[in-house]
């Protein structure tokens, strides 16, 4: 289990595994950042901004970029700018390539870069923690998530997720996670409450999701169930909500069912530190 991130954290570099952050919300966040919490120094590095039809660059320039934020001896944390697919294409290289620096800091982000969280804490590099990102600040109410992260970089743990229990815990995107199975980067999570949140998903592939998940989860102290977004109408009721869905899967595998937890893909999305920093 990770120890306790050093806070307060000074010098962040911002990068994006993924898909490009549009400069006008960088440019937002460095004034909110500025503005309020000015002993953080954001860094946002320039790849955040190339686009490479669906990516930030190409596998190369984003796998460069990350490596730049990481090998920097003076930065204390790396926040991912913005999720959309992609992280996964660059996660094994990454890991790979990544050295003694990479174990001194702090990899912030959640949605499609909980690849990269996953195969960190796997792999016992640095500390990994879901938190709001950068490009959050587009959402309705989105400053309060730029700032909860900003907040606790500065040693504030008020935005924490409030049903952390003094268990080790993990929280990811559902999608996210069901494809980590199988990879060298699917963290170890034996003992561990497992946060899932998703977005975009019709119920049905919900429920596929965790027949999925669930067979790899063995000795997990319990789920929690993060928000359910933005699911699609389908052409015919499935049925059950998100909920009653993953009540049955934790009943059918033996898994708790330990409630709901504020994570997700909205401005109220909280922070989780992985393992036992919280």
């Given at each position: 289990?990770?120890?306790?991130v ?10 994006a ?8 919300y ?6 909110l ?5 000015p ?6 590095h320039?790849?955040?901004f190339?686009?490479d039809?669906?990516f930030?660059?190409?596998?190369e ?16 944390a ?6 959309g ?10 890991l790979?390539k990544?050295?003694?620096?990479a ?5 912030i982000?959640?949605s499609?870069?909980?690849t ?32 909860r ?7 504030n743990d ?17 999608y996210?996670?069901a ?10 999570l ?7 949140e998703?977005?975009g998903e ?23 169930l ?7 109408e389908n052409?015919?009721p ?13 009943e ?11 994570i997700g893909h ?13």
């Amino acid at each position: 289990m990770v120890a306790r991130v050093h806070r307060p954290i000074r010098k962040v570099a911002i990068c994006a595994p993924a898909t490009p952050l549009r400069r006008k919300y960088a440019e937002a966040v460095s004034a909110l950042a500025a503005e309020e919490f000015p002993a953080v120094d954001l860094q946002f590095h320039e790849q955040c901004f190339v686009e490479d039809g669906h990516f930030a660059g190409s596998d190369e320039v984003r796998l460069a970029a990350l490596l730049d934020c990481v090998n920097d001896a003076s930065v204390d944390a790396v926040w991912f700018a913005k999720g959309g697919y992609g992280s996964n294409r660059i996660a094994a290289e990454f890991l790979g390539k990544a050295d003694v620096e990479a174990g001194r800091k702090t990899y912030i982000g959640y949605s499609d870069c909980g690849t990269l969280l996953g195969g960190l804490y796997r792999a016992g590099i640095g500390r990994a923690v879901h938190a709001p990102m950068p490009v959050d600040i587009k959402r309705e109410g989105g400053e309060y998530a730029v700032r909860r992260t900003l907040a606790w970089m500065s040693g504030n743990d008020e935005g924490l997720e409030q049903g952390l229990s003094g268990k080790p815990a993990v929280a990811f995107n559902l999608y996210t996670l069901a494809m980590l199975v199988g990879t060298q980067m699917m963290p170890l999570l034996e003992g561990h409450e497992v946060l899932i949140e998703e977005v975009g998903e019709y119920e049905y592939a919900i429920d596929r999701l965790m027949f999925h998940l669930v067979e790899h989860l063995r000795g997990i102290a319990g789920i929690r169930l993060g928000e359910v977004t933005a699911i699609p109408e389908n052409d015919r009721p499935f049925g059950a909500d998100a909920e009653q869905i993953v009540r049955y899967w934790c009943e059918r595998y033996g898994i708790a069912y330990l409630g709901r937890a504020s994570i997700g893909h909205s401005a109220t999305n909280r922070i989780v530190p992985f393992g036992l920093e919280a």
